[in-house]
């Protein structure tokens, strides 16, 4: 049964989609979509605050993001799918916002220093990158939405999306704003090749886009328990990424079973692969699938986004009246 309530996530267009975006976002957004009222959105402007100097790679981006959406299986009939940058409501809402928030609100952000050590080659000290949050507070807002399905990462900017939704009621004496929650997901640190958190930047993900034999050449040569040199030796599992990956893609007998095999040394490295490569080959075949019927369907694409884009720009536009009446502005 479909409750009616509004959940609301996006994610940042900023290169291809992984198996950890996969497992820890997408996955969720789908069983949602049975039971919410779900909007599912392109970050866009997002992926400017940190690829600004590089903008080349965007539309590329926004397009394999888009088709990953589908192939995931969101589906266009039952959630409303969109590009953040043609629903211009959010740039108004954020910068109506950008009025009332505290400049150290937005920099004791942990993700603001954070962010900008790690990408250092970049310039960051820029006024929309500070604003990250307070973009991402307007994208949930604006929609009124109850829920926001990310991964604990997300957590400190859902922190301040409520602080600023509860500053705005206050001032202005209504109840416009609803305070999100997170819906945290189930699987929220997927770990990569090398055994740390899959990630683009870490050089340690397996893409929606690889090809069978790439999937099947990164889990063949993924380390396991070091400990475990010859066939014969015995191995901890909770030392080998190979199992982490088992915890994700594999039946609970089949861990039971592998991690039986690893310690005791009746399993050797390469049949434990051997099993999760199977296993993960039969999440990705179906997605592989409809990517390539979509991929060669554009016009497709185009439908399903503009109809996304105009429901949702029409709940932006209401509750764009509320904030403009709010704030004293002229409305004809
Ligand atoms: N910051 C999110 C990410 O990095 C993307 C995002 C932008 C988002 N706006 C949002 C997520 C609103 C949830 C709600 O993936």
Not at 83 to 103: F, G, R
Not at 181 to 188: C, N, V
Not at 232 to 259: I, M, R, W
Request: aromatic share 8%; net charge neutral.
């Amino acid at each position: 049964m479909n409750t009616g309530e509004k959940v609301l996530s996006g994610m940042q267009a900023s290169g291809r989609v992984h198996l950890g975006n996969f497992v820890g976002a997408l996955q969720n957004w789908v069983r949602l979509q049975e039971r919410y009222d779900c909007y599912y959105f392109i970050a866009d402007w997002h992926a400017l605050t940190t690829g600004y100097a590089n903008p080349g790679a965007l539309t590329e981006s926004v397009n394999d993001l888009l088709i990953n959406f589908l192939a995931s299986g969101l589906d266009p009939d039952r959630c409303t799918i969109f590009i953040q940058s043609q629903v211009p409501e959010h740039a108004e809402l954020h910068l109506l916002l950008s009025m009332i928030t505290p400049l150290g609100w937005l920099e004791r952000v942990p993700t603001y220093k954070e962010k900008q050590q790690e990408l250092k080659e970049r310039d960051l000290s820029t006024y929309g990158f500070l604003g990250y949050p307070l973009l991402q507070t307007a994208d949930i807002i604006i929609y009124r939405a109850k829920y926001v399905p990310v991964g604990v990462d997300q957590v400190p900017h859902l922190e301040i999306s409520r602080e600023i939704a509860r500053r705005f009621n206050n001032l202005y004496c209504k109840e416009i704003f609803p305070e999100p929650d997170a819906l945290l997901t189930k699987f929220p640190k997927v770990p990569g090749i090398d055994g740390r958190k899959m990630s683009k930047s870490y050089g340690n993900a397996i893409y929606l886009s690889d090809s069978p034999k790439e999937v099947e050449q990164k889990i063949r040569t993924m380390m396991t328990d070091p400990a475990r040199v010859k066939r014969t030796d015995t191995g901890d599992p909770e030392l080998s990424p190979v199992y982490q990956l088992h915890k994700v893609f594999s039946s609970q007998e089949e861990q039971d079973e592998v991690a039986a095999g690893c310690r005791t040394a009746g399993i050797g490295c390469i049949d434990c692969k051997k099993i999760l490569i199977r296993n993960v080959l039969r999440v990705l075949e179906p997605i592989w699938s409809k990517r390539e019927e979509l991929i060669h369907d554009p016009a497709r694409l185009r439908h399903i986004i503009e109809k996304g884009t105009k429901k949702a720009r029409e709940a932006a536009a209401e509750t764009m009246v509320l904030v403009r009446e709010a704030m004293g502005l002229y409305q004809p």
